[in-house]
């Protein structure tokens, strides 16, 4: 099983994270030769020879390596909460999606509702 992301639910997993990336390369293959399409290719240049390769294969030689999945893409409970409040802090990311910081926060504040009730 791949590592999991967020905090609570575990509901971004690396190998979702990973989907994300092959839709990029896939769109990005097809731009390179759409002649209506400008790439900027020296943008890629971190990505080596990702139009003769296959996705797993680039990956497995290159991707993980080029592409930063260390940066936060998840929703997090904070956990340095001020002793005086009884609010709950959270950290979102500007990189994710608002449906999966949506579905991020629903999750973590169910998984506290039901620490909760216990």
């Known amino acids: 099983m791949s590592e999991l992301l967020c905090s609570t639910e575990r509901l971004v997993s690396k190998a979702n994270d990973r ?3 092959r839709l990029w390369f896939e769109f990005l293959r ?5 002649q209506t399409v400008e790439v900027q290719i020296q943008k890629y240049e971190s990505w080596g020879d990702f139009q003769e390769l ?3 294969t680039w990956w ?3 991707g993980s390596s080029a592409i930063a999945l260390d940066q936060q893409t998840y929703v997090e409970l904070i956990k340095e909460i001020p002793k005086n409040s ?3 802090f959270v950290r979102i990311p500007n990189s994710i999606t608002t449906t999966q910081a949506v579905n991020q926060l629903r999750a973590i504040l169910t998984d506290l509702g039901r620490k909760s009730e216990t």
């Open 19 to 21: 989907e994300s990336y």
């Open 30 to 34: 097809r731009s390179i030769h759409d």
């Open 54 to 56: 296959s996705f797993d």
């Open 60 to 62: 497995r030689k290159t």
């Open 86 to 88: 009884s609010d709950l």
